[in-house]
């Protein structure tokens, strides 16, 4: 009985978190970029927290190529352009969307979306757009990926300025990344 008391007492206590580092991320957004997703569906937390995980997990395969070059805006706006054509065929499929925003602690608040996957359901042709806001100052990953994992990228920066793109595209159970002789074009 007290354990049963203390599992949803634990149970609550995560909801809540959860629920709370949805608005802190909304709140940031619209605060440091100026993008609004106060009308936008977030993924059920335990989705959202699975598919961040088999992120990760699909970069260390053959099947995910990868790009990675010195920070320069230009390189990085040409080839989010790029990937985002690529990906033009998805464009109206929901994907989850993980916003990357600031890192920083600040006394008021934790970040808790930063301990707490929370992830956006949106149109892949709708999250262009904050995905060119964000990648200019990220402080995190920035995972744009379908639910099933069938295709996505992972946008990352590391301390000296060097950035990896991490992408992958599925097609009818069978892996297949983007060609070599589209990437071969940059």
């Known amino acids: 009985m007290k354990n049963d008391r203390k599992a949803r007492l634990k149970k609550l206590v995560k909801e809540n ?8 991320l909304a709140d940031d957004l619209l605060k440091h970029y100026g993008i609004n997703i106060s009308g936008k569906e977030y993924a059920d937390f ?3 927290e699975k598919v961040h995980y088999e992120v990760y997990e ?43 925003t600031f890192g920083f602690y600040f006394r008021s608040s934790n970040q808790l979306y930063l301990d707490y996957p929370i992830a956006l359901k949106i149109p892949l042709a709708e999250c262009k ?24 990228f992972v946008l990352s920066e590391d301390e000296y300025s ?6 992958w595209v599925k097609n009818k159970g ?3 990344g983007l060609s070599t002789y589209r990437l071969e074009r940059f």
């Open 17 to 24: 978190k959860i629920k709370r580092a949805k608005i802190q």
């Open 46 to 48: 335990q989705i959202s």
């Open 58 to 100: 699909q970069i260390k395969t053959d099947e995910t190529k990868s790009m990675s070059f010195s920070y320069n805006e230009e390189m990085l706006k040409s080839k989010m352009n790029f990937l985002f054509d690529y990906f033009r065929d998805y464009g109206k499929e929901t994907i989850l969307f993980y916003p990357s």
């Open 129 to 152: 757009e904050m995905v060119i806001k964000l990648m200019l100052d990220m402080r995190d990953d920035l995972i744009v990926v379908s639910e099933n994992l069938k295709f996505g």
């Open 162 to 167: 060097y950035v990896t793109i991490d992408y």
């Open 174 to 176: 069978a892996s297949a």
